[in-house]
């Protein structure tokens, strides 16, 4: 139906990323895999935010999830929009 789909990896706290110890590609591998099945018609996008460090510790209320009326929820809205203004 022409629609596109995009991934996106949401953003943790620091501690969270040191405690789990590993990179995007290794925590990831599954779904990097599963993408290449699909055989879609283009490149299913993955915007990843996971190991992005422009969210600082005070954007979240607890280890993985920002605060909803914060910073971090208004740059998490802000990077997703500039990206899919881009991709049009």
């Known amino acids: 139906m022409g ?4 991934v996106v990896i949401p953003p943790v706290r620091s501690d969270y990323r040191k405690a789990v110890g590993k990179d995007f590609g290794s925590i990831f591998s599954g779904l990097l895999e599963l993408k290449n099945e699909f055989n879609l018609d283009y490149d299913v996008p993955i915007i990843n935010f996971y190991n992005d460090e422009g969210f600082v510790d005070s954007y ?6 920002l605060m909803p009326s914060g910073d971090g929820a208004r740059l998490l809205s802000l990077v997703i929009n ?3 203004k881009d991709d049009d």
Request: overall charge neutral.
């Open 3 to 6: 629609h596109k789909v995009y």
């Open 60 to 65: 979240f209320g607890d280890f993985a999830h």
């Open 82 to 84: 500039n990206i899919l």
